[in-house]
Structures are given as structure tokens and as C-alpha cells.
């Protein structure tokens, strides 16, 4: 992955910042750290027994966490604003195993209706697609999200290898 940039959270110093998955001091968070591929958002996470449901199975719930967190990623760092998500639509297709290896999430924008977004998201592990899900977002328009919540945009920086 030649190109591949870490995206900057722009909330890691913010008062009260506890996001389930990606704040990096949530005691009980996932601390997922997003990277940009191309039109991709990418994360790369290894399942925790914690979050284990039915034996050696990912808990569906977390599924829909990654697949929530990484499509909000794709809003807030392609579409550079801030959104609420109203509608997600997951398909379970295999099972995600707590001993399958590393997970691969990705995310992108499949398309845009005024300020709605809709969102493509799946999980990969090993070389097989898990989980799929097709999310919507409610997008705010730009000027409100850096006048009422002071989102300003993400900025990226060149890595060598995604963690």
C-alpha cells in the first residue's frame, strides 16, 4: 500500500472526546486509527477476546461499530464536514472469527443526494469479504460544522506501512 495516509483525528484534543471507536484513551474502545487509500477510508484492527459474542465469533454489534466508524471517517475526511448517521443496512455473509488475523474495514462514498451520503462499507478478513453494510449519513453543510461544532477538516500524513 504505496499510498496509503494516516488521517490526523481532529478531536484528540478536544474536552470530552470518548468516541467507542476511535478515541485512542477510551479505556474500552476499539482505538481504531483511519487511514486514506485512494477513495478508500481503511482501518486495520485485531479482534479482542472482550468483544467475542458466540465462541470464537466477533460480536455482530462491533462489526456494525467498524463499519459505522470508518464510513463516518469517509464523510468527515472526504467530504471534509460532519454528519449523523440515519440508516444502516448490514449483511453478515461469514463468520469473523477472533482468530482469523487482523481485520481490514474500508469505506467509501458510492454516492450523493443534496446532503446525503450514502456510504459502502466492508470487513475483510484474511482475503475474504465478512460483512458488508451500506450506511446513510445526513450530512451538515460545511459552514455549520466549523461555525457550530468548529470542525475545520482533517489533515493526512505519508506513512510507510499501515499499522
Given at each position: 500500500?504505496?499510498?496509503?495516509?494516516?488521517?490526523?483525528?481532529?478531536?484528540?484534543?478536544?474536552?470530552?472526546?470518548?468516541?467507542?471507536?476511535?478515541?485512542?484513551?477510551?479505556?474500552?474502545?476499539?482505538?481504531?486509527?483511519?487511514?486514506e487509500d485512494?477513495?478508500?477510508?481503511?482501518?486495520?484492527?485485531?479482534?479482542?477476546?472482550l468483544y467475542?459474542?458466540?465462541?470464537?465469533?466477533?460480536?455482530?454489534?462491533?462489526?456494525?461499530?467498524?463499519?459505522?466508524?470508518?464510513?463516518?471517517?469517509?464523510?468527515?475526511?472526504?467530504?471534509?464536514?460532519?454528519?449523523?448517521?440515519?440508516?444502516?443496512?448490514?449483511?453478515?455473509?461469514?463468520?469473523?472469527?477472533?482468530?482469523?488475523?487482523?481485520?481490514?474495514?474500508?469505506?467509501?462514498?458510492?454516492?450523493?443526494?443534496?446532503?446525503?451520503?450514502?456510504?459502502?462499507?466492508?470487513?475483510?478478513?484474511?482475503?475474504?469479504?465478512?460483512?458488508?453494510?451500506?450506511?446513510?449519513?445526513?450530512?451538515?453543510?460545511?459552514?455549520?460544522?466549523?461555525?457550530?461544532?468548529?470542525?475545520?477538516?482533517?489533515?493526512?500524513?505519508?506513512?510507510?506501512?499501515?499499522?
Amino acid at each position: 500500500m504505496p499510498n496509503i495516509k494516516k488521517i490526523i483525528n481532529p478531536w484528540l484534543d478536544m474536552k470530552g472526546f470518548c468516541c467507542p471507536g476511535c478515541c485512542p484513551t477510551n479505556p474500552k474502545g476499539l482505538h481504531l486509527q483511519a487511514y486514506e487509500d485512494g477513495d478508500d477510508v481503511v482501518s486495520f484492527w485485531d479482534p479482542d477476546p472482550l468483544y467475542q459474542s458466540w465462541s470464537n465469533t466477533l460480536h455482530g454489534g462491533i462489526q456494525c461499530l467498524l463499519l459505522d466508524e470508518m464510513a463516518g471517517w469517509v464523510v468527515i475526511h472526504k467530504l471534509s464536514t460532519i454528519a449523523v448517521t440515519s440508516k444502516m443496512e448490514t449483511k453478515y455473509l461469514k463468520q469473523v472469527t477472533m482468530d482469523g488475523g487482523k481485520l481490514e474495514t474500508r469505506a467509501r462514498l458510492s454516492r450523493m443526494m443534496r446532503n446525503v451520503a450514502f456510504i459502502d462499507a466492508e470487513i475483510i478478513q484474511g482475503s475474504e469479504v465478512c460483512t458488508k453494510a451500506q450506511i446513510i449519513y445526513f450530512c451538515s453543510p460545511k459552514e455549520i460544522a466549523k461555525k457550530r461544532y468548529g470542525f475545520t477538516g482533517c489533515q493526512t500524513m505519508e506513512v510507510e506501512k499501515a499499522e
